[in-house]
């Protein structure tokens, strides 16, 4: 674990009680939990302990972090940086905790935290004794729970959550006062995509070669929608069937050319002079968060 001391010493002892076994354990600090191998870590107030919840424990993961589908798919909601699954112990019955949960990337807009519980998901619940702030960062470098960074909210753009939970209170998952708080949940983002046409110049196309003749951008809060087809509509007066091929290509430096290595993710022809051509993934497409280009080209 690159902590200085051999896997073979440390052993698969849990000295900490963390749920990690020692010999992948590299954090002294009982306070903190690694959320993935990115290097950012979950950390909550001093003197208390945190440890790994029990749906990533029963999974064997060494991090925090699970994918959504580990506990439920939700149809309306994305998870872009999975769900974190902890547990908080050393409270006093009753008391609450601060938590802070840095992000992969900033917080997009119309963001949410929800919660996992009782079978189902829901947002997380703000009253007296359970908030949510957010702090700027990036790279996963936080202000500790507790700093005066942290403003009320979700801000768009900031890098950082601080959840503040109670025990016993609507956030905790195990329903009860006990001193331990159980609480998978994560950043949620309304799932939907937006495609857009993009301005590309008219060309002239000679027969054998091939021509970019649309470019489209996808526009993914979540990054948790899969592309599966797309329809086109060509207008003209031309024989459509003259159109050896149509292809979808990934334009990954979206510099609106064809380069070498980019990815073909769709292909097709007319089989009809209507107009019309549903092209279909050559597998699902996963859409990732943020914008993407792709290239529409044709060959006669």
């Known amino acids: 674990d690159g902590d200085g001391v051999s896997d073979a010493d440390e052993g698969i002892a849990d000295s900490d009680g963390d749920r990690i076994p020692d010999y992948l354990d590299d ?58 699954d902890f547990e908080i112990e050393g409270l006093e019955p009753g008391a ?32 007296d004794r359970n908030a949510l702030y957010s702090a700027p960062g990036e790279q996963g470098a936080c202000p500790p729970p507790g700093s005066g960074q942290y403003e009320t909210g ?9 959840l503040t939970v109670e025990d016993g209170g609507p956030n905790d998952a195990d329903n009860e006062a006990n001193g331990s708080i159980q609480d998978p949940g994560g950043l949620a983002v309304p799932v939907g995509v ?29 990054g948790d929608v899969e592309l599966t087809s797309l329809t086109l509509q060509a207008s003209g007066s031309g ?20 380069d070498d290595a980019e990815e073909t993710i769709a292909a097709g022809r007319f089989n009809r002079d209507d107009g019309t051509l549903q092209l279909e993934m050559l597998q699902p497409y996963a859409i990732p968060a943020g914008d993407t280009d792709l290239l529409v080209t044709m060959q006669l």
């Open 154 to 162: 979700l801000t768009t753009g900031h890098g950082c959550i601080q």
């Open 239 to 258: 024989d459509d069937r003259a159109v050896e091929n149509i292809r979808l290509i990934v334009d990954a430096n979206a510099n609106g050319l064809v």
């Open 27 to 84: 954090l002294p600090n009982t306070n903190m939990l690694r959320m993935s191998g990115d290097g950012r870590v979950l950390e909550t107030d001093t003197g208390l302990k945190l440890r790994l919840g029990h749906t990533v424990f029963q999974d064997a993961g060494f991090y925090c972090t699970l994918a959504e589908a580990a506990l439920a798919e939700e149809a309306d909601y994305g998870y872009p940086d999975g769900v974190v």
């Open 96 to 127: 609450g905790a601060q938590v802070v949960v840095p992000l992969r990337r900033p917080l997009p807009a119309n963001s949410r935290y929800r919660k996992y519980a009782n079978g189902g998901w829901r947002d997380f619940v703000v009253d």
């Open 194 to 222: 937006n495609l857009t046409q993009l301005s590309a110049a008219d060309q002239s196309v000679t027969v054998g070669s091939e021509t970019v003749v649309m470019r489209l951008r996808l526009s993914s809060e979540s």
